[in-house]
């Protein structure tokens, strides 16, 4: 035993040098073997099976939007839900013109898998704008809203300057403030408590104009990535196309390397986050509620909201285009 570790620690010493030159190199190598183990693509919905892995949303708006959510075959025998050159479009009926007061016909669909958690990278070339519009993607349950939880990755009206993320919850969890983030947060939108009355649950806004709606179009598009971590809380970054970091292209996610995230929404006293946010289904809203109980009360264009729903040029740019939505698990 004494000689074996005698002869470790000279061979240790006669090699020290050639350690110490190859040491860098060593520790990279290192690094980028246990950034790859990190995250593991779990699920990819794109191209021509996004649908297969999506349920469609046709009930009644619950949110009173002046909109008609349409099944799959209708959708799709309208060319409102379709894949185009590998990218996936999820539009508003912009060809009918409507009497005043009618429902646009729109989609909106939701992941069939539910998620406690998980790595989520959103590639998006393009989202809806238009007067009226309202588009999203987020997180919920299918039952016992708002106990469960809601994850607001990307929402806006057409008004939006910036993009809102923003959690929904029941009672007892609360945005903490001094997180090193891009995005803001008011003082007396801290509480993620939602119901009755109050919706607003707890938002952070990201103040580059580039994050939503048209400033986010012209810049080419880009990419949102969320990080539901129950033992460490939820962080949403956003980066525009060109800046999107090269381990994302290259399906080896490192978020320790992204640097502050917009919104940030620790797990602790304050939030316990697997209390609070768990079986959740991933949703896109294409023209998410027209008119509805927020879009309606934002709405600054000419006439009233119903009456540039009837307009059917509206609408012509009322159109998700997705690249991929990617889920990573921890392996």
């Known amino acids: 035993m004494t000689f074996s570790y005698i002869s470790l620690v000279l061979a240790l010493f006669l090699h020290l040098p050639l350690l110490s030159s190859a040491a860098p190199i060593w520790h990279e190598h290192y ?10 693509l779990s699920k990819s919905y794109e191209g021509d099976t996004f649908f297969d892995n999506m349920k469609f949303f046709s ?15 209708e959708a799709m025998n309208k060319g409102l839900a379709k894949v185009e050159d590998g990218v996936v479009i999820l539009a508003v ?20 898998d539910t998620y406690n958690g998980g790595l989520f990278i959103y590639d998006i070339a393009k989202m809806p704008v238009g ?64 119901g009755g009355s109050n919706n607003n649950g707890c938002p952070t806004k990201d103040p580059d104009t580039s994050s939503f709606g048209a400033g986010f179009n012209s810049a080419g598009g880009g990419v949102f990535a969320e990080l539901w971590d129950p033992s460490v809380g939820i962080k949403v970054w956003r980066w525009s196309q060109g800046s999107v970091p090269e381990d994302i292209t290259s ?3 490192d978020p320790s390397s992204w640097g502050n995230p917009v919104s940030f929404i620790p797990n602790g006293q304050a939030c316990g986050i697997a209390d609070h946010f768990k079986d959740h289904n991933i949703i896109i809203g294409t023209y998410l509620p027209v008119c509805g109980d927020w879009a309606g009360a934002t709405y600054s264009g000419t ?22 939505i990617r889920v990573y698990q921890t392996s």
Request: with cysteine; aromatic share 6%; net charge negative.
């Open 31 to 40: 690094r980028q073997l246990t950034r790859r183990g990190s995250y593991t």
């Open 131 to 194: 007067p009226t519009t309202w588009p999203a993607i987020w997180s919920t349950a299918e039952a016992n809203w708002p106990d469960n939880g809601e994850i607001d990755v990307i929402e806006g009206t057409t008004e939006s300057t910036g993009n809102q993320i923003t959690m929904h919850t029941g009672a007892g969890c609360t945005l903490t403030t001094g997180q090193a983030i891009t995005g803001t947060t008011v003082d007396s939108e801290l509480t993620c408590e939602s």
């Open 93 to 112: 009926d912009s060809t009918t013109t409507l009497d005043v007061g009618t429902n646009r016909s729109s989609v909106r669909v939701s992941s069939t």
């Open 59 to 73: 009930d009644t708006d619950p949110t009173h939007g002046f909109v008609d959510y349409q099944t799959k075959e």
């Open 303 to 324: 006439g009233t909201c119903q009456e540039a729903v009837a307009v059917a040029s509206n609408y012509v740019d009322a159109q998700w285009k997705i690249n991929s």
């Open 251 to 253: 399906k080896s996610p």
